[in-house]
């Protein structure tokens, strides 16, 4: 209470998340073996050097991210803190326009989550139906988006119906993760043992590369970073589960990192046995009638009966990340309302008491506009991937904002919590920002080589672009008329 006073806020929501259910709910939102599942196919056509190294290097160079973020976390957490500490440390003449821009980079960015984390679910759950079929049932768009749709409007009932549970769901899904992780990489092994198929060696799995891109080795390698940077991008949502954390100054910070280190490490066990039990024929897992490299991967080793045990599996963990997912980004859209910087912001941010004190206005706000949003995937697959890189790219450059500001001039008014990396905080805020830019270009480019056409063609630049310029054009032309910054909900006297 006291430490989000101490900034100017009234304290609106119930604090019953334990440093345990912080973590919880962005491991949860991760998913590590769905997640892994959706974006193999960015990291497959570099071989298994791609998913194993790829993966390793990746996870490093986020986990650094971590770090400048669990800094500022442990130092002043509350639930819109990206735009609040960009607001707080930027110089004067820019903290408006920026915060202003992060806000709805983040905010964005957390709904195109929902859009990425559901529309795998949807491709998930065709896939079941392609395996049972053996390849002959192919689905349309309009079959994986009426799935999409009513799987966005059950994460809406959910999270308004469970909201006095929630804290405890987020528990039992880490759990469940945890259990299908070890259940594959004993099973895969196990199952190809029995049925007398080789394994790839560990020099095949750990120095093999192929290039199945027209792109230069190297530069399919990179691709490969794809798959974790879009698997370990929720760990702000500690961030946004602030205000209602126990112990918000040390929990923020432990479940940013708990998250990204379990993710990289259980990640490279996963697809260090992924790549183990592939096979060497690329070409047919990148060509599965499955539409999932992983099914065929489970396909291969398990037949067909464990194939569709182990999707249906995952499926329902990919569920279940999208609900963790529209509870966090609803607190964003929340906190971002209570500052005013949204349409509607004094309808959108009342709390509910009769659920549970739960901002439910802002849980059906941002399940409509993922609805909305998740229209482009009728277009084609490149459209549909669109989708993702919306939730990586905003945030990315929702994190590297409030690190630059704080290292350029916010470091008199930068006071440590709990949790602080001492002397080589600006150090590693540096290595954040050339990593954050680095992987930001990444996510604009094509995966499928230089001269695509525009069916393969990468249109996140757009998507992106329309979103950080929309926000800077309402701000310069309506918004800074009325948007000075985050708002005090207490008097002076209070704070």
């Given at each position: 209470m006291?430490?989000?006073?101490?900034?100017?806020?009234?304290?609106?929501?119930?604090r019953?998340?334990s440093?345990v259910?912080?973590?919880?709910?962005?491991?949860s939102?991760?998913?590590?073996?769905?997640?892994i599942?959706?974006?193999l196919?960015?990291s497959?056509?570099?071989?298994?050097v791609?998913m194993?190294?790829g993966?390793?290097s990746?996870?490093a160079?986020?986990?650094i991210v971590?770090?400048a973020?669990?800094?500022l976390?442990?130092?002043?957490p509350?639930?819109?803190g990206?735009?609040?500490?960009t607001h707080?440390?930027?110089?004067?003449r820019?903290?408006?326009?920026?915060s202003?821009?992060v806000?709805?980079?983040?905010t964005i960015?957390?709904?195109?989550g929902i859009?990425?984390i559901?529309?795998?679910?949807?491709?998930?759950?065709v896939?079941?139906?392609?395996i049972?079929s053996?390849?002959?049932?192919?689905?349309?768009?309009?079959?994986?988006?009426a799935i999409?749709?009513a799987?966005?409007?059950?994460?809406?009932?959910?999270?308004?119906?469970a909201?006095?549970v929630?804290?405890?769901?987020q528990?039992?899904?880490?759990v469940?993760?945890f259990?299908?992780i070890?259940a594959?990489?004993?099973?895969l092994?196990v199952?190809?043992?029995?049925r007398n198929?080789?394994?790839?060696?560990?020099?095949?799995?750990?120095?093999?590369?192929?290039n199945e891109?027209?792109w230069?080795?190297?530069?399919?390698?990179?691709?490969s970073?794809?798959s974790?940077?879009w698997?370990?991008?929720?760990?702000?949502s500690?961030?946004?589960?602030?205000?209602e954390?126990k112990n918000?100054t040390?929990?923020?910070?432990?479940?940013?990192?708990?998250s990204?280190g379990g993710c990289w490490?259980f990640?490279?066990?996963v697809?260090?046995?992924?790549a183990?039990c592939?096979g060497?024929?690329?070409?047919?897992i990148l060509g599965?009638?499955f539409?999932?490299?992983?099914?065929?991967?489970y396909?291969?080793a398990?037949?067909k009966n464990?194939a569709l045990g182990?999707?249906s599996?995952?499926?329902?963990l990919?569920y279940?990340?999208g609900?963790?997912?529209v509870?966090?980004?609803?607190?964003?859209t929340w906190a971002?309302?209570r500052?005013g910087?949204?349409?509607?912001?004094?309808?959108?941010?009342?709390?509910?008491?009769t659920?549970?004190?739960q901002?439910l206005r802002?849980v059906?706000a941002?399940c409509?506009?993922?609805?909305?949003?998740?229209?482009?995937?009728l277009?084609?697959n490149?459209a549909?991937?669109?989708l993702?890189?919306?939730a990586?790219?905003?945030?990315n450059?929702?994190?590297?904002?409030?690190?630059l500001c704080r290292?350029v001039?916010?470091?008199?008014?930068?006071?440590p919590?709990p949790?602080?990396?001492?002397r080589?905080s600006?150090?590693?805020a540096i290595?954040?920002?050339?990593?954050l830019t680095?992987a930001?270009?990444l996510?604009m480019f094509?995966t499928?080589?230089p001269?695509?056409?525009?069916?393969?063609?990468n249109?996140?630049?757009?998507?992106n672009?329309?979103?950080?310029?929309?926000a800077?054009l309402?701000?310069f032309?309506w918004?800074?008329k009325?948007?000075?910054g985050?708002?005090?909900?207490?008097?002076v006297?209070e704070?």
């Amino acid at each position: 209470m006291c430490c989000i006073a101490s900034i100017g806020y009234k304290q609106e929501l119930q604090r019953h998340y334990s440093t345990v259910q912080v973590f919880a709910i962005a491991f949860s939102i991760m998913g590590l073996l769905p997640s892994i599942s959706a974006t193999l196919w960015f990291s497959v056509p570099a071989g298994p050097v791609g998913m194993v190294w790829g993966w390793f290097s990746a996870s490093a160079l986020i986990f650094i991210v971590g770090l400048a973020i669990a800094d500022l976390g442990s130092s002043l957490p509350t639930s819109g803190g990206l735009y609040w500490w960009t607001h707080y440390f930027a110089a004067d003449r820019y903290k408006n326009p920026l915060s202003f821009l992060v806000g709805y980079s983040n905010t964005i960015g957390l709904i195109g989550g929902i859009c990425s984390i559901d529309y795998g679910f949807a491709s998930f759950i065709v896939s079941l139906s392609t395996i049972s079929s053996d390849g002959e049932w192919v689905p349309s768009r309009g079959h994986l988006y009426a799935i999409f749709v009513a799987t966005v409007l059950s994460h809406g009932f959910l999270a308004t119906s469970a909201g006095r549970v929630m804290h405890h769901l987020q528990t039992w899904f880490v759990v469940a993760n945890f259990a299908l992780i070890v259940a594959t990489i004993i099973a895969l092994p196990v199952s190809m043992r029995l049925r007398n198929i080789p394994i790839n060696s560990g020099s095949y799995v750990f120095s093999h590369s192929i290039n199945e891109t027209t792109w230069p080795s190297g530069w399919a390698f990179m691709l490969s970073w794809l798959s974790p940077i879009w698997t370990i991008g929720a760990f702000d949502s500690c961030v946004h589960m602030s205000e209602e954390a126990k112990n918000p100054t040390k929990a923020v910070p432990v479940g940013i990192l708990a998250s990204i280190g379990g993710c990289w490490i259980f990640g490279f066990l996963v697809t260090a046995v992924l790549a183990a039990c592939a096979g060497n024929n690329f070409d047919e897992i990148l060509g599965t009638p499955f539409g999932q490299p992983i099914a065929q991967i489970y396909y291969n080793a398990l037949g067909k009966n464990g194939a569709l045990g182990f999707m249906s599996a995952i499926s329902i963990l990919q569920y279940f990340m999208g609900l963790s997912i529209v509870v966090a980004a609803s607190r964003q859209t929340w906190a971002f309302s209570r500052d005013g910087a949204l349409p509607f912001s004094s309808f959108l941010r009342q709390i509910s008491k009769t659920f549970g004190y739960q901002p439910l206005r802002t849980v059906w706000a941002t399940c409509l506009t993922a609805i909305i949003i998740g229209l482009l995937s009728l277009i084609n697959n490149a459209a549909a991937n669109a989708l993702f890189s919306l939730a990586a790219a905003g945030n990315n450059v929702a994190w590297a904002i409030p690190i630059l500001c704080r290292i350029v001039w916010g470091r008199e008014k930068f006071h440590p919590g709990p949790f602080y990396t001492g002397r080589f905080s600006v150090v590693i805020a540096i290595a954040a920002l050339v990593y954050l830019t680095f992987a930001t270009i990444l996510c604009m480019f094509p995966t499928e080589g230089p001269n695509p056409d525009p069916s393969v063609m990468n249109y996140s630049a757009v998507v992106n672009g329309t979103v950080w310029g929309g926000a800077l054009l309402y701000y310069f032309l309506w918004a800074h008329k009325w948007f000075k910054g985050p708002k005090h909900t207490l008097d002076v006297m209070e704070i």
